[in-house]
């Protein structure tokens, strides 16, 4: 097909009806799976996975769509989905405990929401989350600009580690204190999985959706044989444009670049380690596209949101605390929680604030452990606050430090109630996680 027969066919299909992408399965089944981890002639390794497969089917839809989703859980434990980044209804939201009950093994719930948000999201196990996912149970969700972007290949790519025994089998001890109270369940293999791995071609240009899928590993990610931008973080577009270079993923975290080729060879992506670089995959680049016109890549259209009131926005301070070399550690010892925020562990009767619908928060995140975490708000997105007091990038999960202080600003504008955890799921499961409530 050439360029003028391509453009054809784009703006005769942006005229056609909405339809569903008939790649988006209207079921999704949890269930265990065996899933070639490692390298081809290795054994595979017995997973769980959703519709056969680890990680699930790519869930595809346009801005606005409905998603009708039966979820099956065929796992011998409970279970439930979130939607992670989507700012849906609170009862789809797929938390047990606090939206929902959980899915019992052989039960079923059904989840229908519409896709506020064109962007890149993803879908998770969120109970029991920090095994669940480990053993594979996610997959991506990607919504449809109303007018996608001009590339010649939309390509997920999920970062991910697994810890092996040398067996091919997942190592057990998915509760292992020691890891709870450092950095969690770090693997000592890891990938990048690209959905689909078809040849590009030199001067294609290329989306590339990147997914943190990895429990607690924070991946900083170098990509080689392209040039270009990233035009999204978590999902939301950024207004302006940022080099790709020295691109971190904390666990959850997701960014889109639009780029063009310039490898005849491949794309590589690359993990740079103490160790020296870890190769984490590649793109094989075949020919060359010698029909596209060089353009800018531009900015994406902004998804809606609510316009923060910072002359009345509430102030309040969220402090982590605890792990390993911290006072809470001999509580843990003691069969206690190891981490805790604003000196709570878990989820407490009453939430960490009460908002009215549409307030504005400003939330100082205080990092005062000696470990990063990626802390993540169901439900809603949040302004960064930058150096200049500025609001930046509108995320889903922020990376703080350890020892950093980090503003962010939310207006809280979806009623229900929601999960404000640590996305480092050994954290979450030894403490780090609170509630806030929108009415
Ligand atoms: Cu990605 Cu509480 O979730
Ligand atoms: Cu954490």
Same mark, same amino acid.
């Given at each position: 097909?050439?360029?003028?027969?391509?453009?054809?066919?784009?703006?005769?299909?942006?005229?056609?009806?909405?339809?569903?992408?008939?790649?988006?399965?209207?079921? #999704?089944?949890?269930?265990?799976?065996?899933?070639?981890?490692?390298?081809?002639?290795?054994?595979?390794?017995?997973?769980?996975?959703?519709?056969?497969?680890?990680?699930?089917?790519? %869930?595809?839809?346009?801005?606005?769509?409905?998603?009708?989703?039966?979820?099956?859980?065929?796992?011998?434990?409970?279970?439930?989905?979130?939607?992670?980044?989507?700012?849906?209804?609170?009862?789809?939201?797929?938390?047990?405990?606090?939206?929902?009950?959980?899915?019992?093994?052989?039960?079923?719930?059904?989840?229908?929401?519409?896709?506020?948000?064109?962007?890149?999201?993803?879908?998770?196990?969120?109970?029991?989350?920090?095994?669940?996912?480990?053993?594979?149970?996610?997959?991506?969700?990607?919504?449809?600009?109303?007018?996608?972007?001009?590339?010649?290949?939309?390509?997920?790519?999920?970062?991910?580690?697994?810890?092996?025994?040398?067996?091919?089998?997942?190592?057990?001890?998915?509760?292992?204190?020691?890891?709870?109270?450092?950095?969690?369940? %770090?693997?000592?293999?890891?990938?990048?999985?690209?959905?689909?791995?078809?040849?590009?071609?030199?001067?294609?240009?290329?989306?590339?959706?990147?997914?943190?899928?990895?429990?607690?590993?924070?991946?900083?990610?170098?990509?080689?044989?392209?040039?270009?931008?990233?035009?999204?973080?978590?999902?939301?577009?950024?207004?302006?444009?940022?080099?790709?270079?020295? %691109?971190?993923?904390?666990?959850?975290?997701?960014?889109?670049?639009?780029?063009?080729?310039?490898?005849?060879?491949?794309?590589?992506?690359?993990?740079?380690?103490?160790?020296?670089?870890?190769?984490?995959?590649?793109?094989?680049?075949?020919?060359?596209?010698?029909?596209?016109?060089?353009?800018?890549?531009?900015?994406?259209? +902004?998804?809606?949101?609510?316009?923060?009131?910072?002359?009345?926005?509430?102030?309040?301070?969220?402090?982590?605390?605890?792990? +390993?070399?911290?006072?809470?550690?001999?509580?843990?010892?003691?069969?206690?929680?190891?981490?805790?925020?604003?000196?709570?562990?878990? #989820?407490?009767?009453?939430?960490?604030?009460?908002?009215?619908?549409?307030?504005?928060?400003?939330?100082?995140?205080?990092?005062?452990?000696?470990?990063?975490?990626?802390?993540? %708000?169901?439900?809603?997105?949040?302004?960064?606050?930058?150096?200049?007091?500025?609001?930046?990038?509108?995320?889903?999960?922020? #990376?703080?430090?350890?020892?950093?202080?980090?503003?962010?600003?939310?207006?809280?504008?979806?009623?229900?109630?929601?999960?404000?955890?640590?996305?480092? #799921?050994?954290?979450?499961?030894?403490?780090?996680?609170?509630?806030?409530?929108?009415?």
């Amino acid at each position: 097909m050439n360029r003028r027969e391509f453009l054809i066919t784009t703006s005769v299909a942006a005229l056609a009806p909405r339809v569903t992408f008939a790649s988006t399965p209207t079921e #999704l089944v949890a269930q265990p799976v065996s899933a070639q981890i490692l390298p081809d002639g290795e054994p595979a390794t017995p997973m769980l996975g959703f519709n056969g497969s680890t990680p699930g089917p790519v %869930l595809r839809t346009r801005q606005g769509d409905v998603f009708d989703i039966r979820f099956r859980n065929q796992i011998d434990e409970g279970s439930a989905v979130h939607w992670h980044g989507l700012r849906i209804d609170n009862a789809m939201d797929g938390v047990p405990g606090l939206t929902q009950d959980v899915v019992k093994a052989d039960a079923e719930f059904a989840y229908r929401f519409p896709a506020p948000d064109a962007g890149t999201y993803w879908y998770h196990s969120h109970n029991r989350s920090w095994e669940q996912v480990a053993k594979g149970l996610y997959g991506p969700l990607i919504v449809e600009e109303a007018t996608p972007p001009d590339v010649d290949h939309d390509l997920i790519v999920m970062v991910d580690d697994w810890r092996m025994t040398e067996n091919a089998t997942l190592a057990d001890g998915f509760e292992n204190m020691h890891d709870q109270a450092h950095q969690g369940r %770090l693997g000592n293999y890891a990938r990048a999985l690209v959905e689909p791995n078809t040849p590009v071609r030199r001067g294609d240009r290329v989306r590339l959706r990147l997914i943190n899928v990895a429990t607690d590993r924070i991946f900083p990610v170098e990509i080689e044989g392209i040039e270009g931008n990233v035009v999204a973080l978590d999902g939301m577009p950024l207004s302006a444009l940022q080099e790709p270079s020295g %691109l971190i993923l904390a666990p959850a975290q997701r960014a889109d670049i639009i780029a063009d080729v310039t490898s005849s060879d491949q794309i590589s992506f690359i993990f740079p380690t103490q160790d020296g670089p870890y190769r984490l995959g590649e793109i094989a680049v075949v020919g060359e596209n010698t029909e596209r016109e060089p353009s800018e890549i531009s900015a994406l259209p +902004a998804n809606e949101t609510a316009p923060p009131d910072m002359d009345n926005a509430v102030s309040l301070t969220l402090t982590m605390e605890g792990g +390993a070399m911290s006072r809470r550690m001999m509580q843990g010892m003691m069969g206690g929680d190891i981490w805790a925020l604003n000196g709570q562990s878990g #989820l407490t009767d009453t939430p960490f604030h009460l908002f009215e619908r549409g307030q504005t928060a400003r939330i100082r995140l205080v990092n005062g452990t000696r470990f990063p975490h990626g802390i993540h %708000l169901h439900g809603h997105h949040f302004f960064e606050v930058g150096a200049e007091n500025n609001l930046g990038a509108f995320r889903d999960t922020t #990376l703080v430090d350890s020892g950093e202080t980090r503003d962010i600003v939310c207006v809280f504008d979806n009623p229900g109630k929601w999960l404000l955890h640590c996305h480092m #799921l050994g954290h979450q499961a030894a403490g780090m996680k609170t509630w806030v409530k929108v009415t």
